[in-house]
């Protein structure tokens, strides 16, 4: 196949694209359990969260002190694009396969590729909305500022946290190995990663070491970087965290060569 002949199969596809995404969304708004878990989990945390330190509290990040909302939009906001590319994604994939409807959709002339990217795609679709959501609860709840530049930043913040947490979701695929394990390794891996990131705690109520010891995971910065869109002197006056970001994409390329490398269609039951 020429260069031309390529590039041309590649525009064909992306109507299969768009027509996998419809199906995608349309299975993940019947899933009772999906929409729960990215929808309602993050909006009851933010409002149980705020209520608990109070609506007029405040909390310290970068050496900044902050009111409540504008601590827990962000941080929130980077659980919830965790609970959409990676934990739902996962469960998603490894259900799929297990049940073989990955072989059998392999099996047919549509690319490898169209398959996963809608996935993708409906992962980040979900994750903006549920991110929306939250942002709209702060601003006009708990008096958190929005601007052209704070959504700008924030919107590409969540795309690219989105799509590394993604990658990370088909990594993680390979070594889950059935659809009733994948819940629980899940939550398993993400809830004491919450706990030290500073997702439920404030930064100054956690230890350096342990902020510092989260620093090199993907949630935290994904975090921070959200933070630093809302609140740019808690990134030394940054409103795009490049470091944080940095960091979220190299575990977002690590994911991908891992998926490359070793990811299966096959169901792994005998």
Not at 188 to 197: D, E, G, Q, R
Request: hydrophobic share 55%; charged share 10%.
């Amino acid at each position: 196949m020429t260069t031309l002949e390529a590039r041309r199969a590649r525009v064909n596809a992306l109507p299969l694209v768009g027509h996998q995404v419809r199906y995608e969304m349309r299975a993940y708004l019947r899933n009772t359990r999906a929409r729960i878990f990215t929808v309602a989990v993050p909006v009851v945390l933010l409002v149980l969260l705020v209520l608990l330190f109070g609506k007029n509290g405040s909390a310290s990040a970068g050496g900044q002190k902050l009111k409540i909302g504008e601590y827990y939009v962000p941080h929130i906001a980077a659980m919830a694009i965790v609970g959409s590319a990676l934990v739902n994604l996962l469960i998603s994939v490894v259900a799929k396969r297990e049940s073989g409807s990955l072989k059998r959709r392999r099996a047919t002339p549509v690319p490898a590729w169209v398959l996963i990217a809608a996935d993708a795609v409906t992962s980040i679709v979900s994750g903006l909305v549920v991110v929306a959501i939250l942002v709209a609860i702060g601003s006009l709840g708990y008096g958190v500022h929005l601007s052209w530049p704070v959504i700008g930043v924030t919107l590409v913040v969540c795309i690219i946290g989105s799509a590394a947490f993604c990658c990370l979701a088909y990594a993680l695929s390979t070594i889950v190995g059935s659809a009733d394990s994948a819940g629980p390794m899940t939550q398993f891996a993400t809830l004491p990663v919450y706990f030290i990131s500073g997702i439920y705690i404030p930064d100054n109520v956690l230890p350096r070491w342990v902020l510092d010891v989260a620093g090199v995971l993907p949630v935290r910065p994904l975090a921070v970087a959200l933070q630093a869109a809302f609140v740019p002197a808690t990134n030394h006056g940054a409103r795009f965290a490049v470091v944080p970001v940095l960091v979220v994409l190299a575990w977002g390329v690590a994911g991908l060569v891992i998926a490359v490398m070793r990811f299966s269609w096959a169901p792994r039951r005998s």
